[in-house]
Structures are given as structure tokens and as C-alpha cells.
């Protein structure tokens, strides 16, 4: 459940109409997780910062799907 509001403008900021936060079969959910990435990690590699929270393969790391998954998130086709 999300508390932003549907305000009728995609929230990636290229300012197109939407029905819900992003424009439509355009990727302008994955283009705002992109820059929110870059202008909170910078260049930094998803996979270090993964590593630096403890996630990873292998027994001693956390596992992210299974943490993710128990806490409620579904892949993008199950949604």
C-alpha cells in the first residue's frame, strides 16, 4: 500500500498523463528507480550495495528474494 498520491502526471518527472504513478508500457517505473539509485549510490554497482547490506549468494549472506518475498513483494507479473 503506498500513500502517494495519483496526481495524473507520471512520477519519473517527464510529466505525462497517467492513470496511476507511471506512464504506461513505457519503463518509466524502472527509468525512476534508475535515477533514484544514481542520486542515492551514485555509480555504485547494485550488487555492492546488495553485499554491503548483506545480501548475496551463498549460505553465509542473506537471501533477498526470500526476505523480499515474506515481506509481501511479488514479481511484476504476479502484481
Known sequence: MTNAPKTGLCYCGC???TGGYFA???????QAASM???LKW???N?????????FGPG???RNLRAEAT???WKPRAEQ
Open 15 to 17: 510529466r505525462l498523463p
Open 59 to 61: 549460505p553465509e549472506n
Open 70 to 72: 515474506a515481506a509481501g
Open 46 to 54: 547494485i550488487a555492492e550495495i546488495l553485499r554491503e547490506e548483506g
Open 36 to 38: 533514484l539509485h544514481f
Open 42 to 44: 551514485g555509480t555504485t
Open 24 to 30: 504506461t508500457n513505457e519503463g518509466h517505473d524502472g
